[in-house]
């Protein structure tokens, strides 16, 4: 129930283009879905995040959708660079493990130019 | 500091010795988590302190790791009789209670 499920694993996009990673979890006391960005050889930097009262949120090129009803959320990417080529993973937390961060398994995504 | 210092950035060492990875949260913050990144692959929950309450060990993968924060800061965590298996890159976080979690830049274990 501590699971969110990401998917896919890995995504080929050309510049401009806009890739979508998704992210799926089961425990309905999560509270606060982030995304974090996360290059070779450094920690992962938070991205954006979303708390479920809201469906939708953007920042600069990157926008969260959020579906309560369907447990579901994921990451869009508006006109992608060879500079996003990177690994993203979502993460949950709330409820019971109110501050421990459950990690998706990560996307690796490559924009070529 | 400005954000999350862990030491050291790179540690190999021979299987079976302990080793002690250190991690500096950001001042302020209540909150530290550690995690584990083995190559290519997501990250592993080990352990959460929150302010004062008895920390969050649920991730520990068994007893011959143990983590201490001390002072409500600096945060140390050990791997005793190290094994090949726990070759990976080890994270540390910090943020405020209900806050964004700031990641450091981790330390890299091989076990040789």
């Known amino acids: 129930q501590q699971q969110v499920k990401q998917s896919p694993q890995s995504l080929i996009v050309q510049k401009g283009g806009i890739p979508i990673i998704n992210c799926a979890y089961e425990?309905?006391?999560?509270?606060?879905f982030p995304w974090y960005q996360q290059f070779p050889g450094k920690g992962p930097a938070l991205l954006i995040a979303?708390?479920?009262?809201?469906s939708e949120k953007k920042e600069g090129r990157f926008t969260i959708s959020f579906n309560k009803s369907a447990k579901q959320f994921s990451l869009h990417i508006m006109d992608s660079q060879p500079g996003d080529s990177a690994t993203y993973f979502c993460a949950a937390k709330g409820g019971t493990s109110y501050g421990k961060l459950t990690f998706g398994q990560g996307t690796i995504l490559t924009v070529h130019p | 500091g400005a954000g999350v210092s862990q030491s050291p950035s790179n540690k190999v060492t021979e299987k079976g010795k302990d080793v002690e990875l250190r991690c500096d949260p950001i001042?302020?913050?209540?909150?530290l988590y550690w995690y584990r990144q083995s190559l290519g692959q997501g990250l592993e929950f080990l352990i959460y302190f929150q302010g004062n309450s008895a920390p969050d060990k649920s991730g520990l993968p068994s007893d011959r790791f143990s983590a201490e924060r001390t002072g409500g800061s600096v945060s140390t965590l050990t791997i005793q009789r190290t094994q090949q298996e726990d070759s990976a890159v080890y994270l540390c976080?910090?943020?405020?209670?209900?806050?964004?979690?700031?990641f450091g830049q981790g330390t890299r274990l091989t076990v040789v």
């Open positions: 425990n309905t006391a999560f509270d606060y």
């Open positions: 001042s302020g913050h209540t909150a």
């Open positions: 979303i708390r479920p009262d809201v």
């Open positions: 976080a910090s943020s405020l209670e209900t806050g964004r979690a700031f």
